[in-house]
């Protein structure tokens, strides 16, 4: 499975932005879709995860309320919408395929490029 995320920008600080991670395979129903983030400095840390079919998802708390994950099967994407931006919230941000529901980046087994989001204050 190839992973392609895209969407990252310079955003200012309480301003809006959506990710998007296209999968290459028409199996990406059957994958577990999570999203990572790193700063500078700092390690890999999970953000969001989707289910499958998409009717579970988990964040991490400190964007719960702020960021919302979804996806589209039939499109084979899988989105980051993120709202309320904050000068925290600046990293690279990850999209990562799993066999597995989980929010454990380890256990992820595909991973997308990166793209960078930058908030400012």
């Known amino acids: 499975v190839q992973l392609q995320a895209f969407g990252g920008r310079l955003v200012q600080a309480r301003g809006s932005l959506r990710l998007s991670c296209a999968a290459s395979e028409r199996i990406f129903s059957s994958y577990a879709m999570g999203w990572f983030r790193q700063a500078p400095g700092k390690e890999r840390e999970f953000v969001a995860v989707i289910s499958g079919s998409g009717g579970i998802t988990d964040y991490t708390d400190s964007v719960k309320g702020r960021f919302t994950i979804s996806r589209d099967n039939a499109k084979n994407t899988v989105y980051l919408q993120m709202n309320s931006a904050k000068p925290e919230d600046t990293a690279v941000y990850y999209c990562?395929?799993?066999?597995?529901?989980?929010?454990?980046?380890?256990?992820?087994?595909?991973w997308g490029q990166g793209t960078l989001v930058t908030v400012s204050s």
């Open positions: 990562a395929a799993s066999a597995r529901y989980t929010t454990y980046a380890s256990t992820y087994d595909y």
